[in-house]
C-alpha cells in the first residue's frame, strides 16, 4: 500500500463545522460517498462502530479520534482527515467511558479487511508524534494538512 494510492486532497477538510462527533463523522463520511470511495452504508457503519468500539486516542498534549469500520462498506481505500475549529467528545479506545475533547480526526476505509491493523497502527504510530499533531492543527489549509500527511503518514506505512 502506496501513501500516493490511500491519501487524497479532496478528502482533506479543515474547518468541519460540527457540534458533535456524530456530526463530524457524518460530514467525513458523506463526503467519501459523495467521491465513490464507499457504499451508501458505510455512512451508518460508522456511527454504529464508533459507538461501540471508541476511537479517541488521548496522546501527549493533543487529541485525535481514528474511526473506521468494515471494509464491506468500502469500493476504494482511502484516509479521509478533517480539522474541526472547535473540539468535540470522543470516548477513548478501549475504556468507553472516558470522554476526551477532539480536533483532528483521521478516519479511513480500507477495502482489504487484513490490512486495517497494518494502517492503525501506522496512524497511532504517526499521531504518537506531538509536533505532527500540532502541525495539522496549525496548518493554513487543506494543501498544507496534504502535504504534512503524506510525509508523516507515508514514511511509517509498510509496503505491500
Not at 40 to 55: F, G, L, T, V
Not at 58 to 83: G, Y
Request: negative net charge.
Amino acid at each position: 500500500m502506496k501513501i500516493e494510492d490511500i491519501l487524497k486532497t479532496d478528502c482533506i477538510l479543515c474547518n468541519v463545522d460540527a457540534s458533535d462527533k456524530e456530526t463530524a463523522l457524518k460530514i467525513m463520511a458523506e463526503k467519501l460517498y459523495s467521491l465513490g470511495y464507499v457504499k451508501e452504508s458505510y455512512i451508518q457503519a460508522i456511527q454504529d462502530r464508533e459507538a461501540n468500539y471508541p476511537s479517541g486516542l488521548p496522546m501527549e498534549d493533543l487529541k485525535i479520534a481514528i474511526p473506521h469500520t468494515d471494509a464491506d462498506h468500502v469500493n476504494q481505500s482511502i484516509i479521509c482527515f478533517a480539522r474541526l475549529p472547535e473540539n468535540v467528545e470522543f470516548s477513548v479506545m478501549g475504556a468507553p467511558e472516558e470522554k476526551i475533547p477532539v480536533r483532528l480526526i483521521s478516519m479511513f476505509a480500507l477495502k482489504e479487511k487484513k490490512k486495517i491493523g497494518d494502517l492503525l497502527e501506522t496512524l497511532i504510530t504517526t499521531y504518537q508524534d506531538n509536533e505532527v499533531l500540532k502541525a495539522l492543527l496549525d496548518a493554513e489549509n487543506e494543501t498544507q494538512i496534504y502535504n504534512i500527511l503524506h510525509e508523516n503518514v507515508g514514511k511509517n506505512l509498510k509496503a505491500s
